[in-house]
């Protein structure tokens, strides 16, 4: 929010910034993200371009976590998944970076080609903070 009144005190379209100022207190931050997350995004409050979606690879899940197409609604203000989470991160991966996040390159040996397939780039947790320094 200072970034936004720095920049409208420099001048910036007030109808502009007062969308942008809707959509930081709506939690929006540029990307389209499916109406439940329960991974993380990270991104740079003064650039919003610079955001990527860290998806945690659970200590006991196997294939099924990315593969699996879950019917049942998990909540019930949730509407059932008929894709799997491979599907619907895959498409946001062509907008902006998705990374699968496992303890080490062992863990995500399994997985790699399936992600690689599905538009989804993976990582350690290790490699995370070199990752997001490229961004």
Not at 1 to 18: I, P, V, W
Not at 34 to 46: G, I, S
Not at 84 to 113: D, H
Request: hydrophobic content about 45%.
């Amino acid at each position: 929010m200072r970034e936004l009144a720095a920049r409208a005190a420099a001048g910036e379209s007030a109808q502009m910034l007062t969308e942008e100022r809707a959509q930081v207190q709506a939690g929006q931050i540029g990307a389209i993200l499916p109406r439940f997350v329960n991974d993380w995004v990270a991104y740079l409050p003064d650039d919003p371009t610079r955001t990527v979606l860290l998806i945690p690879h659970p200590p006991a899940a196997g294939l099924g976590f990315w593969a699996n197409k879950p019917e049942a609604a998990r909540r019930p203000d949730e509407p059932p998944r008929r894709e799997s989470r491979l599907e619907r991160y895959g498409r946001l991966a062509a907008m902006l970076p998705v990374l699968a996040v496992f303890p080490n390159p062992a863990t995500a040996a399994p997985y790699t080609a399936l992600l690689t397939a599905g538009g989804v780039a993976w990582a350690t947790v290790g490699d995370i903070a070199i990752r997001l320094d490229r961004l």
